[in-house]
């Protein structure tokens, strides 16, 4: 599966914002989807994920009750929608996907498809 991340921008604190990653191929809907970011100079962070269904999400603890993946199988897209963004939320955001079915794997490592990344950047 190829991936392309969009949708990201420059935006105020407390502002709203939604990445969207688009898919080719056929299985799409045979991949656990998620969301990464990288701020500079630091490691790349799970940010969230979503099954194949759509039905079961993950989040880290820093973007939980602010930020909702979610999945559109038939047009092959991801969104992350970002609320109340704040300036550590400052980063470059990958989608990526993974085979198996659990979104509780939040390591890089588990994913084995990875967009090229969009730059969001909140300013205070």
């Known amino acids: 599966v190829q991936l392309q991340a969009s949708g990201g921008g420059a935006v105020q604190a407390g502002g709203p914002l939604r990445l969207s990653c688009t898919a080719s191929g056929r299985t799409f809907s045979s991949y656990t989807m998620g969301w990464f970011r990288q701020a500079p100079g630091k490691e790349r962070e799970f940010v969230a994920a979503v099954t194949m269904s759509g039905g079961s999400t993950n989040y880290a603890r820093s973007v939980k009750g602010r930020f909702a993946i979610s999945r559109d199988n038939a047009k092959k897209m991801v969104y992350l929608q970002m609320n109340n963004l704040q300036p550590e939320d400052t980063a470059v955001y990958y989608c990526?996907?993974?085979?198996?079915?659990?979104?509780?794997?939040?390591?890089?490592?588990?994913?084995?498809?990875w967009g090229q990344g969009t730059q969001v950047t909140v300013s205070s």
């Open positions: 990526a996907a993974k085979t198996g079915t659990t979104v509780s794997s939040t390591s890089v490592y588990w994913y084995g498809y």
